[in-house]
């Protein structure tokens, strides 16, 4: 619970008690029971608010992921064809302008 051991627990609890005393400390107890209620219900209610948020960022992030992936697919086929355009075709290796050595 917090980070804190059984020993630390007992001595914060036998502080409580003497500067308390023994009317006090149970309605001391209920009010800290009562806010530490209230906090963890305020932390689930925003991230009941937040989640749905994320989500929708995350799925948004993916989309845009996707889409720069085929955009990405697609420049570089565009650029493999126009480099294979701009080559020069090898010669079919029948018509070469070398003479041939024929001994």
Do not use: H, Y
């Not at 018509?95 to 024929?102: E, L, M, Y």
């Amino acid at each position: 619970m917090f980070g804190l051991g059984a020993g630390e627990i007992l001595i914060i609890l036998v502080i409580a008690f003497l500067l308390f005393g023994p009317n006090q400390l149970p309605e001391i107890g209920r009010q800290i029971g009562k806010a530490v209620k209230g906090l963890k219900e305020t932390a689930d209610d925003l991230r009941k608010t937040v989640e749905p948020e994320v989500n929708l960022i995350q799925q948004e992030v993916k989309q845009v992921e996707q889409d720069l992936q085929v955009t990405m697919k697609d420049a570089e086929e565009e650029i493999s064809q126009v480099t294979n355009l701009t080559q020069p075709s090898p010669e079919p290796a029948g018509d070469s302008k070398t003479p041939s050595r024929s001994a």
